[in-house]
């Protein structure tokens, strides 16, 4: 069945760098969302992408999905102790319709 | 809009006991999501209804654990024994036709 990997599955970063965190696929996806979970709480739904090469931003987050429509990248800029959390991306595919599988994953952890 | 409302948000229960988890979905959306959060497996999809109807129900561990959704304002989850190896994070999730999931705050089910 599909099945989607997050790397890295831990990411520390200090305060002001970068940092991408990855989600691939072995199948060809319709649609790739991103959801971020602050610690203790729910995951929140950030995006959606749906065209293959798309590419969104959100302030200092930026989403690409991959050409080939088996991959997507978050990538945040000059990160803040608020981006601490656990990011999460959920895959369809066409026959999948309205059900999303999620990743494991990337926790990240922001260090002053 | 007052989101996804689940209940109760803690629930700790001795073995073999039944457990009710409940969930209100967000008034309009037509899909409603039931998964179960733990460190070790992540985020696991149980059970989906599409218009109230089950339309994937694979997720669901074994026969102890039932699903609902009687109307278009209301689901439940049922755990009937419970066993402490169903500890874990409960979490309901709705949406409209082809956006993110709006997640409920959990349920956080502990069983003795």
């Known amino acids: 069945g599909q099945q989607v990997m997050q790397i890295p599955q831990y990411q520390h970063v200090q305060e002001g760098e970068d940092f991408t965190t990855y989600c691939n696929s072995s199948?060809?996806?319709?649609?790739i969302q991103w959801y971020k979970q602050r610690p203790g709480g729910h995951p929140v739904f950030l995006i959606q992408?749906?065209?293959?090469?798309e590419v969104k931003k959100q302030k200092r987050l930026t989403f690409q999905f991959g050409e080939a429509k088996k991959n997507s990248s978050l990538h945040i800029t000059a990160t803040q102790t608020t981006d601490v959390g656990t990011y999460f991306c959920a895959a369809s595919t066409t026959d999948s319709w309205g059900k999303f599988q999620f990743g494991a994953g990337t926790q990240v952890v922001v260090t002053p | 809009d007052a989101g996804v409302i689940q209940s109760p948000r803690h629930e700790v229960t001795e073995m073999g006991q039944e457990v009710t988890l409940r969930c209100k979905p967000i008034?309009?959306?037509?899909?409603l999501f039931w998964y179960r959060q733990t460190m070790m497996r992540g985020l696991e999809l149980l059970i989906y209804?599409?218009?109230?109807?089950?339309?994937?129900d694979s997720g669901m561990p074994e026969d102890r654990f039932s699903a609902k959704m009687p109307n278009a304002s209301f689901s439940t989850l049922k755990i009937q024994p419970s066993e402490p190896r169903d500890s874990a994070v409960y979490f309901c999730?709705?949406?409209?036709?082809?956006?993110?999931?709006?997640f409920g705050s959990g349920t956080r089910l502990t069983v003795v």
């Open positions: 199948t060809t996806l319709s649609n």
């Open positions: 999730a709705s949406t409209g036709l082809n956006y993110g999931y709006t």
């Open positions: 209804f599409n218009n109230n109807v089950p339309i994937d």
């Open positions: 992408l749906v065209k293959s090469g």
């Open positions: 008034s309009g959306h037509n899909s």
